[in-house]
């Protein structure tokens, strides 16, 4: 089948886009606005974009709580979602009002950030402090404004839970990841393997 994106006459029960574009980790961001509410919601739109200086990007589909309290504090942070904590991480999701604070809501510890005014979920194995670099507002093939807001951050630093690290590396089969799929799909990783990168004789 091939079907325009313009008309989106795909013929499917639901849309295909995301679950194409998968697996996808999962930002959980952590906020506190300038008020000192507190703000968790997990991000599907969500990566590491660089390397050097290390850098994330998450993406808002409308302007949400998150977006708001970046744009007013210029921080972030970003907990890595475990499988023992999916139950949590999904109540975090929950659509409530600016004032309740999704740690409380989920059963969360909101650890304080060591460099930056913001919380990272205290159960989770790794988290990243964040300082925004840039908010882009996005813009389709024809320049017109989409309501996708992206949010860079230039990580500052870095949580990680002992128990987590094995062989001097931060051992992702011990971490147990859950990444997001299409639709209401969530998958864990399979066993983990290696892959050289070729070496071309010169």
Known sequence: MFYDTETNAHGLAHDPFKAIVAPR????????????????????????????????????????????????????????????????????????????????????????????????????????????TQVMTLADMHGAPTDSHAVFGQVVGIHIDQSSIRNGRFDLAIADPIMRLGYMDYAGIGPVFELQRPRIKS
Do not use: H, Q
């Open 25 to 132: 980790p999962i930002g959980w961001i952590g906020t506190k606005g300038r008020d000192g509410n507190r703000n968790l919601s997990p991000y599907s739109f969500f990566n590491a974009v660089g390397d050097r200086p290390k850098l994330v990007m998450f993406s808002s589909s409308g302007r949400k709580d998150s977006l708001r309290n970046v744009e007013e504090t210029g921080v972030f942070t970003a907990s890595f979602v475990s499988r023992t904590l999916l139950d949590r991480m999904n109540a975090s999701s929950a659509p409530v009002s600016y004032e309740t604070d999704e740690f409380d809501l989920a059963g969360l510890t909101a650890a304080p950030g060591r460099l930056i005014d913001a919380p990272y979920v205290g159960e989770a194995v790794a988290a990243l402090e964040c300082r925004v």
